[in-house]
């Protein structure tokens, strides 16, 4: 029952590497590699790009760790990082392989978000098979809904942490969080309850 | 029970099931849903999703061997000396934009002359708001210390007939020391009748307040005119009848139970699983299976991977029964609901582990609706030893308040503590309380943020409170 602590707090490590001691990143390392691996690829949907940007970020995080404000957590600033050279790597490929919420869908005429503002409209839409699998569907997403997805999801932060996480406002997250989920079951299938088979138990 | 329309409640159906709601917020949704089955399989679908994100992005992880690794492919490209040379390199003097000043003529010392101003007026301002204590919401604990403290010496004032008023009417207590100083501004006309409270009030007042002062006086003969001071002008007593209510107040200024403190509370937990069932779910939610998993969900997401969650959710729940009703003549009830050490230790390790070992034990957190259906069965809590933090706990939790707790969760931490604990337990309990104590239903960001600093004066004060007490 008793919790044993014996982890030093992320300030003090960073103030540890600044004063030279090397593994004392590697401790900070190990500890947010992998939910900060999963934030990127989560939001990139390419494990290779997320490799180089996940060591991109924690060098990025090493170079400027005297920026660190050391009374504060170190996941939401390696989060930040993280979230940043995604976006702006996605930004530089223009892969376009996403849809964008204006985009129209050439055998509608309508956008995803005239589907998501009607909610009967779904029937009328043709399903599309290559969007059954979620992976699949999380490909089609906005960046912008990946990242708030996995961010609630996979990392289950709070509302507040993942406003400072992507600098937005609260309200933000929360309606954010809604239209991305709404898009996400959309691009799923129309039906209600798309997940019930994949749902695990602990 | 569809008053409700569904548009207004789906906007907030995302934050209901991930927990984040305010209390209110989260009543009336629940209330909502109760009634509504579409939200309620709106609802569900909308938590299912983020088991399947979950799922896929545990499918796409690429294993411990990756990550073995990656530490080191990380550090080889560090060039560390270079990033220390980087770090070495003195700071530069933060980019300050310049003001622009659309006139030109405007002389800089203009501004000199303002901030000057400006500075002074700050400083009187704070000279005099210094001596008003501020402590307006600390009261729900003092109020729950004294609630708990009455309840071991069962005090006549229970069988008040008027007791839910006088408890909702009762200003909360402030630490305004009980003296003489403070009347000057009790007989001010902005104290109102409140002020009369006092024997000097009752003497210098007019015939106006005769009744009420010429009963309180017998009544409460060593009150300080604190309890009703100023700070609460809107307490005002109706003539005649309500001099009832206000009469008997209820609880004693801080400053006066202070001495109370030094005799250590000893109450035992007493737990009654029949009356938590009723209590939990006092919503008149029954035993609708979709109701309960809308708690669940919410639950699952505050208590963390916490195996009792559910129990230890009834059990909270059960304890911030309403207050006015434990307030009154329901000591024992206070009791009752008080959770047990196994239940705050895994319910506060659930928390202080949160983070660190998210990553770790993600795998195992996923919605599981039917592990959590059946809470399991609370068993011989009854005899269990009464909570008490001990001092590593304590501070663990006031260190951990970078943690969002919510308030409710935070008072059910610092009321155990204060019922049962060491004095320095409840300061811990109390510090932590504060750093995670709001004012408009949303909980303080880490103690970084200036709000939380604004606090500390008061959480100083608490302590030296609690440390006055305890000599």
């Given at each position: 029952m008793e919790q044993e602590r014996p982890e030093e707090r992320d300030g003090e490590l960073v103030r540890r590497t600044l004063a030279g001691d090397r593994p004392a990143f590697d401790i900070l390392v190990g500890r947010y590699q992998r939910g900060l691996y999963a934030l990127i690829r989560g939001i990139v949907r390419n494990s290779a790009d997320a490799d180089d940007l996940v060591q991109e970020a924690f060098f990025r995080a090493y170079r400027y760790l005297d920026r660190f404000d050391t009374d504060r957590n170190f996941r939401p600033w390696i989060f930040k990082i993280g979230a940043n050279l995604s976006f702006q790597h996605l930004r530089k490929q223009r892969r376009g392989s996403w849809l964008s919420i204006d985009a129209e869908d050439p055998s509608t005429g309508r956008t995803l978000g005239d589907r998501l503002k009607s909610p009967g409209a779904e029937d009328a839409v043709p399903r599309r098979a290559e969007y059954r699998r979620l992976s699949e569907a999380m490909d089609q997403l906005p960046p912008l809904y990946r990242s708030i997805l996995v961010l609630r999801a996979v990392h289950e932060l709070h509302y507040e942490e993942i406003a400072e996480t992507l600098c937005i406002p609260v309200g933000t997250v929360m309606s954010r969080l809604s239209r991305a989920r709404r898009a996400l079951r959309e691009l799923i299938e129309p039906q209600p309850s798309p997940t019930v088979e994949s749902r695990r138990s602990r | 029970m569809k008053e409700e329309d569904c548009a207004d409640i789906r906007p907030l159906l995302d934050a209901w099931i991930d927990g984040e709601l305010s209390d209110s917020?989260?009543?009336?949704?629940?209330?909502h849903a109760a009634g509504c089955p579409d939200c309620r399989e709106e609802a569900e679908s909308r938590s299912g999703i983020d088991a399947a994100i979950y799922a896929d992005d545990t499918a796409s992880d690429p294993g411990d061997a990756y990550f073995a690794t990656l530490g080191g492919r990380v550090s080889a490209r560090f060039d560390f000396g270079e990033a220390a040379r980087h770090w070495a390199k003195p700071e530069k003097p933060p980019r300050r934009r310049?003001?622009?000043?659309?006139?030109p003529w405007v002389p800089r010392f203009a501004f000199g002359i303002a901030g000057v101003a400006v500075a002074t007026i700050a400083g009187l301002l704070v000279h005099d708001l210094g001596r008003q204590p501020i402590l307006a919401p600390l009261p729900r604990v003092t109020d729950t210390l004294m609630e708990t403290r009455k309840s071991q010496t069962p005090v006549e004032l229970s069988d008040s007939p008027t007791g839910t008023q006088t408890a909702r009417r009762t200003p909360p207590p402030s630490v305004?020391?009980?003296?003489?100083?403070s009347l000057p501004q009790a007989v001010t006309p902005s104290a109102g009748p409140a002020a009369a409270e006092s024997d000097e009030a009752a003497k210098s007042s007019g015939n106006l307040r005769q009744d009420v002062s010429g009963r309180s006086t017998p009544d409460a003969p060593g009150k300080p005119p604190a309890m009703l001071s100023p700070a609460h002008p809107g307490v005002m007593p109706v003539e005649g009848s309500s001099a009832d209510r206000l009469a008997p107040p209820r609880e004693p200024a801080p400053v006066q139970a202070a001495p109370d403190l030094a005799v250590q509370p000893k109450l035992s937990v007493v737990d009654s699983p029949e009356r938590e069932k009723g209590k939990g779910r006092s919503q008149g939610e029954s035993d609708h299976p979709a109701v309960l998993r809308g708690d669940v969900i919410s639950v699952r997401t505050r208590f963390s991977e916490d195996v009792s969650g559910a129990n230890a959710a009834a059990r909270s729940s059960a304890f911030l029964a309403p207050r006015a009703k434990d307030a009154v003549g329901a000591g024992s009830a206070a009791n009752a609901g008080m959770p047990d050490r196994t239940d705050l230790l895994s319910f506060f390790g659930a928390f202080s582990e949160k983070w660190e070992d998210r990553m770790a034990v993600a795998s195992t957190e996923t919605l599981s609706v039917a592990d959590h259906?059946?809470?399991?069965?609370?068993?011989?809590v009854a005899d269990s030893t009464p909570l008490r933090l001990r001092r590593d706990e304590a501070r663990a939790l006031a260190d951990s308040t970078w943690i969002r707790l919510r308030r409710s969760e935070a008072r059910v931490l610092a009321d155990?503590?204060?019922?049962?604990?060491?004095?320095?337990?409840?300061?811990?309990?109390?510090?932590?309380?504060?750093?995670m104590l709001h004012r408009d239903g949303r909980p303080l960001l880490p103690a970084p943020t200036a709000r939380a600093r604004a606090l500390e004066p008061d959480r100083l004060r608490i302590e030296r409170l609690l440390r006055c007490a305890s000599r």
């Open positions: - | 917020a989260e009543r009336r949704v629940a209330r310049r003001l622009e000043i659309p006139r305004r020391p009980a003296g003489p100083q259906q059946v809470p399991p069965a609370s068993t011989d155990s503590a204060l019922a049962t604990g060491t004095l320095e337990d409840c300061a811990s309990a109390l510090r932590a309380y504060w750093a």
